[in-house]
């Protein structure tokens, strides 16, 4: 199972776009084509916008988090089987607010929607397990379809519940290709730039020991909600973190203590 088998799966179960929407793909040389899983459109493409308040435009709509996802009986099983796998490796999980996106507002020069407020153990139990339960079904050999893989048929079911982004729990991570320019060596050849990719450790809830670019972190108030609802800060305050030794403070290393209930806050 691979990044093309993901893609191709997505692309199954969800069909194509009538809505000028598609996967982000790329080309490299003449005959290599890479194709994501990332949800985009042709006027979120080539914005040429500065991460600069001038332009980084996302706004707080609403501190009070109102957003708690249904459960029937498969989604809660998953639920406890999330949280019972974090107890058995003895992590004590941290519940911090997290940002969720209510409104997209992008353009040129601008990136622009707003925010609203979530808590993180909501977003771990529900729409974070879609990935986990992808991945089995590929692994297994199950057929890709709706109506076979519970959790997604519930929370993310089809292409207009994917648009609607207020009406569901969208959150997550914001992240970035950090390119470095280096001139020309001798002994490296001619001048080049220099990727930034890294193996994320075993100890975070998202993505464990895969390969990831640098910065890549939740999207999260720390001090000030709404300075912080910028992209521009979440992805400033990861590079500090993952590239000049700041104290890691993402919610994506979790300690979980046993005597901490779902949703109860914990001192980090």
Not at 95 to 106: A, C, K
């Amino acid at each position: 199972m691979n990044q093309r088998d993901t893609a191709r799966a997505l692309a199954d179960y969800y069909g194509t776009a009538t809505t000028g929407h598609g996967r982000y793909a790329a080309r490299f040389g003449s005959t290599t084509r890479a194709s994501t899983t990332v949800f985009t459109h042709p006027d979120w493409l080539d914005l040429d916008c500065p991460l600069v308040p001038a332009h980084d435009r996302l706004m707080l709509s609403t501190v009070t988090p109102d957003d708690h996802q249904p459960m029937n009986e498969e989604s809660a099983g998953r639920a406890a089987q999330r949280l019972a796998e974090a107890l058995a490796l003895g992590n004590r999980m941290v519940n911090m607010p997290l940002y969720r996106l209510l409104d997209v507002g992008v353009q040129r020069h601008q990136l622009g929607g707003s925010v609203g407020v979530t808590n993180f153990v909501g977003y771990v139990v529900t729409m974070d397990l879609l990935e986990g339960e992808l991945v089995d079904a590929l692994t297994t050999g199950q057929p890709i379809s709706p109506g076979t893989l519970p959790l997604r048929d519930a929370y993310l079911p089809d292409l207009p519940s994917v648009l609607d982004v207020s009406g569901r729990m969208c959150a997550g991570g914001t992240l970035a290709l950090t390119a470095i320019a280096r001139p020309a060596d001798p002994f490296r050849g001619e001048a080049d730039y220099l990727l930034l990719v890294q193996e994320r450790s075993g100890h975070v809830i998202n993505a464990a020991r895969r390969l990831a670019v640098i910065p890549k972190g939740f999207h999260q108030p720390l001090t000030d909600y709404r300075a912080d609802a910028q992209i521009g800060s979440t992805l400033r305050r990861e590079m500090e973190e993952e590239l000049f030794g700041r104290d890691d403070i993402d919610t994506g290393v979790v300690r979980w203590s046993p005597s901490a209930g779902v949703g109860s806050p914990k001192s980090p």
